[in-house]
């Protein structure tokens, strides 16, 4: 299948990784950049052993002109994404951290 993994601005890669290099944990760090890049061989994850850690996002997540149709979770983390299928393409938008604002 393999999709291409991307950022639909500089300024959202930015983003991202500096929420990435905030997180003091070096296990979480590894295991989401891990799990975001293998978005691109499947854009819709399932544990087998834990059940699901992908989820569509119902409403979706308005970012700018994007919206993010989807998320993973990686322990208290949740990277929000979209996926063209047409083009092969799965477009992460932001990780942000779990919180009651997390889907604002």
């Not at 569509?56 to 700018?64: A, G, W």
């Not at 322990?75 to 929000?80: E, G, I, P």
Request: a positive charge; glycine letters at 0%.
């Amino acid at each position: 299948m393999n999709f291409s993994v991307i950022f639909p601005s500089a300024s959202l890669e930015k983003r991202f990784a500096k929420e990435l290099r905030s997180i003091s944990d070096k296990n979480i760090r590894q295991r989401i950049a891990e799990a975001t890049i293998s978005l691109a061989d499947n854009p819709f994850p399932f544990r087998e052993s834990k059940g699901s850690y992908f989820k569509k996002l119902k409403p979706p997540i308005e970012f700018y002109e994007h919206a993010a149709q989807y998320r993973i979770r990686i322990s208290d983390y949740r990277v929000l994404y979209d996926v063209d299928i047409i083009n092969k393409k799965v477009i992460i938008l932001a990780l942000r951290k779990r919180s009651e604002n997390t889907y604002r």
